[in-house]
């Protein structure tokens, strides 16, 4: 991933609206939880087709889903 970090002439970084760091921080949010959800429902999915058993049962898909909810959530607070 590229940085975001702009620099002026003389090296010092340019800062950033407080505004514009919160959307970005959503931004990266969203997108792993998009990751860990796919990841899920593909792997069920593909079970699925495979005629395979479902790999997970509904509590481990839940306690999966709080895990990895949880752990990101302080940043955003």
């Known amino acids: 991933m590229r940085s975001r970090t702009r620099l002026r002439r003389h090296g010092t970084p340019v800062r950033r609206a407080g505004g514009v760091s919160l959307v970005d921080?959503?931004?990266?949010?969203?997108?792993?939880?998009?990751?860990?959800?796919?990841?899920?429902?593909?792997?069920?999915?593909?079970?699925?087709?495979?005629?395979?058993?479902?790999?997970?049962?509904?509590?481990?898909?839940?306690?999966?889903?709080?895990?990895?909810?949880a752990s990101p959530a302080p940043a955003l607070s």
């Open 25 to 69: 921080n959503i931004v990266t949010f969203v997108r792993f939880q998009l990751s860990t959800n796919i990841g899920a429902i593909l792997t069920l999915l593909a079970a699925v087709l495979a005629g395979l058993p479902a790999p997970m049962s509904a509590i481990q898909l839940l306690w999966v889903n709080i895990i990895m909810d």
